[in-house]
């Protein structure tokens, strides 16, 4: 499987079937003693223009679009990069989920994403990481981010960790 640099959740007809795509990342905690106390948690997803350059069925589209709020949820169960497929995605927990607002600009950075308490469920059990969907997944609906494969480091997926 080719890995791509761009996430793209998103809600949309592809020859008439509706298909709904959702984005997982996963960061390495080991650095973390399990006796830390989390002060904040953030995440940080930036806007990739790959998507649109990679596909032309998005032509004429400038970015993020259509009412593309979202949530991030902690993953229960584990998945592969090379092996993920709707079938095979992973479970996730609606507990401490986060709702981002629709992307006001198709090139919106998502910044300071406040992640805190799924972060707190992910280190009181098991790291299977984060999913990212819309809220409702109705179509007409993207997002467009970079990913860990993104050539440049400084707008890959961050997450940023205060602990004690």
């Known amino acids: 499987m080719f890995q791509r640099k761009f996430l793209s959740p998103a809600v949309w007809t592809y020859s008439g079937n509706i298909n709904i795509k959702r984005a997982y990342l996963k960061f ?11 002060d904040s948690a953030h995440l940080d997803l930036f806007y990739s223009q790959e998507l ?16 593309n709020t979202f949530l991030i949820k902690r ?20 507990i401490n989920s986060v709702t981002i607002t629709a992307s006001s600009i198709p090139t919106q950075n998502f910044l300071k994403i406040n ?19 819309m809220l409702d997944e109705s179509i007409y609906k993207s997002l467009c981010l970079t990913s860990s494969e993104e ?3 400084l707008i890959r997926p961050k997450l940023t960790i205060y602990y004690h």
């Open 115 to 133: 992640v805190k308490n799924i972060l707190m469920d992910i280190m009181a059990s098991t790291n299977y990481g984060f999913e990212i969907r």
């Open 28 to 38: 390495d905690l080991s650095g973390i003693p399990s006796s830390a106390a989390i």
């Open 151 to 153: 050539v440049n480091s």
């Open 52 to 67: 649109i350059n990679t596909y032309p069925y998005f032509s004429g589209q400038t970015g993020h679009s259509g009412e």
């Open 75 to 94: 993953a229960l169960s584990n998945w592969s990069e090379s092996t993920l497929t709707w079938n095979s995605k992973p479970s996730t927990s609606e």
